[in-house]
C-alpha cells in the first residue's frame, strides 16, 4: 500500500501535474481572497465554502491517471500479479492523491494566517470548516478514483468524475430550489450540502459519519469494479 | 512444479484457450511455442494470476491460484508480452519499486538489485529513465523485474521480441544460466530459440495443445522420411524415371539445372534409400556430384503441427 502510494507522489512531483493543481488552485483562492481583504472583511470562512467548489474542477485533473495509466501501459500486469492485494493498491493510490490534496490544503492555510496577522483569529468555526474540507476532499477522491479505474482513458475518466462531481453540485442547488421531499433527497445524497454543514460553522458527528463512509464505499466499489472486470472481459 | 488441468478461458463466446493440460517438472524449462492468437499470453495471464479461468486448476507449488494468490504470485517472476514499466522512472527507482511490491526484506534489497543488474547487463544505465532506454534495455529492465524477489518460477512471454540478434544471444544466455535453479516457462514463435533453450516444447494452436515433446523427438517424428537434395550430372528424365523404380521413393523432382548437364533434385522416401540410389545412378552412368540430407527444422515440426493439426503422439 505504502510502496504504491510512495511511487505515486514522486510521480505527481516529477510530472508538471501536481505544481500545475496546486497553481490553479492557488490562483482561484486568491481572486476570491482579494476583494475580501481590500474590503478588510476577515471571514475566511465563506472562501472555504468556495474551495470546496473549486475541487470539483481539481479532483478530476488530480485522480484521472491513477487506475487508467496502470491499464494502458500494461503496468496492471505487474500490480495484479505482485503479493499485494487489490486493496492494497487502490488504497495506495488514493492515498497518493489525497497526499497532493494535503499539501493544497496545507498552501491555503496561508490566507487564514495573512487575516491573522491583520488581527483576525483562527477560530474553532474555521476549524470545524477545514475539517469538513478535508473529508469532502476525500470524498471527491475516491469519486475520481472509481472513475478511473472504468477506463483506461484518463481525459474519459476526468470528464466522468468532473460530471459526478457537477450533478454533486447541481443536486445541490436543486434542493434549495425544489424544496419538498426531493429537496430533502437530494440534500441527503449531496456531498455538498453536508460539506456545507461545516462551514455553516456547524460540527456534525452525522456529515462525518457519512463523508467517511461514502468514502469507504466509493473506494470499496472501485476493488469491486476492477475485480468483475478481470473475471468478466479480462 | 506447476500444474495445469483442463484449463478454459472464454471472452465471452470465444474460447481463447480450450481444455489443455500440461505439467512442468522442478528445475525444467518448458518452452510454450504457437502461431499468434493461438492463448500463450493468455494461459500465461492466468498461472501468473493476472486473470482468472473460466474452468480448470493452475496450481504451483501446490497452491491454487484461485484459492491462495497470493502464495503463487510469491514464487512467480513474470515477464509479460509488454513489460510493465513506469516511464517516468530511472532503472534502480523503478527496480527498488518493484521489491518493495513484492515484499523483499529491506536489508536484501540493495544486494539483489544490484546482481540482477549485472546479471542483465544493465549496471551500466541504473540512473537512467525508463523513456530513455532502447526497446532492447527496456525488455532487460523487464526481465529484471521478473526476477526481482528470486521467484522459483519464471513465465516469459516472448522474451526476446524485439531485441537485435546480439541482445537475442545474451538474453538466452542469462535465461539459460537462470534455469540451473528455476522452473521456466518461456513463450515465443520464434522456433530456433526454442530449440536451443528448452527441454520440453508444449505446442498450442487454437486454444488446444497440438504437440507435446522433447524438440529432439519431435523432429524424430517427422524424421521418419528421408529428405535429400540431390546434384546428379545426365539427362534428367533417366535419372527421375531410374530412381522411381527404387523401393520406398516417396517423391523426387528435379528443382534447378546446375551448369551444363546437372539437375538438382529433391527426394523424399520412407526409408534411408542412399544406397540403392548410388548403385543405381552408377548403373546408368550418371555420376552423384552432391548429396545433403535435409534436416527438418522446429519450423517444420510447427508448420505440419499447426497447419495439419494432427496430434504428435
Known sequence: MWTVAKREIGSYF????????????????????????????????????????????????????????????????????????????????????????????????????????????????????????????????????????????????????????????????????????????????????????????????????????????????????????????? | MIEILNLTKKYGQVVAVNNISFSVKKGEILGFLGPNGAGKSTTMNIITGYLPSTAGTVKVDGYDILTHPEEVKKRIGYLPEAPPLYKDMTVTEYLNFVSSLKKVPKKQQKGQIADIMELVGLSDHRRRLIDNLSKGYRQRVGLAQALVGNPEVLILDEPTVGLDPKQIIEIRRVIKALSQERTIILSSHILPEVSAICERIVIINKGVIAAEDTPQRLSDDINQFLKLTLLIAGEKDIIVNSIKTIDGVKYIEPSAKVGEKAYKYVLEAKKDIRNEVFFKMAEIKCPILESKPTTVTLEDIFISVVTKGTEVS
Open chain 1, 14 to 234: 516529477k510530472s508538471p501535474i501536481a505544481f500545475v493543481i496546486i497553481g490553479l488552485f492557488i490562483l482561484l483562492i486568491s481572486i476570491f481572497f482579494w476583494p475580501k481583504l481590500q474590503a478588510s472583511r476577515g471571514d475566511f470562512i465563506d472562501i472555504l465554502g468556495d474551495m470546496g467548489f473549486f475541487l470539483i474542477f481539481i479532483t478530476p485533473i488530480l485522480t484521472m491517471k491513477m487506475l487508467a495509466e496502470d491499464r494502458k501501459n500494461g503496468t496492471e500486469v505487474l500490480l495484479m500479479t505482485s503479493p499485494t492485494s487489490l486493496t492494497q493498491i487502490v488504497l495506495g493510490k488514493f492515498i497518493a492523491s489525497y497526499t497532493v490534496f494535503l499539501v493544497i490544503s496545507g498552501i491555503s492555510l496561508i490566507y487564514p494566517l495573512i487575516i491573522m496577522a491583520f488581527g483576525g483569529a483562527f477560530t474553532t468555526q474555521l476549524m470545524g470548516g477545514y475539517l469538513g474540507f478535508l473529508l469532502l476532499g476525500g470524498a471527491f477522491i475516491s469519486i475520481g478514483i472509481l472513475a478511473s479505474a472504468v477506463t483506461e482513458n484518463q481525459i474519459i475518466a476526468a470528464i466522468i468524475s468532473f460530471v459526478a462531481l457537477i450533478v454533486m453540485w447541481v443536486a445541490h442547488t436543486l434542493a434549495s430550489t425544489v424544496g419538498g421531499v426531493v429537496g430533502t433527497i437530494l440534500n441527503w445524497i449531496s456531498l455538498i450540502s453536508r460539506y456545507q454543514v461545516f462551514t455553516k460553522g456547524i460540527l456534525g458527528f452525522a456529515e462525518i459519519v457519512y463523508l467517511l463512509s461514502f468514502t469507504a464505499l466509493i473506494l470499496f466499489l472501485t476493488v469491486r469494479l476492477i475485480e468483475r472486470r478481470r473475471w468478466i472481459q479480462g
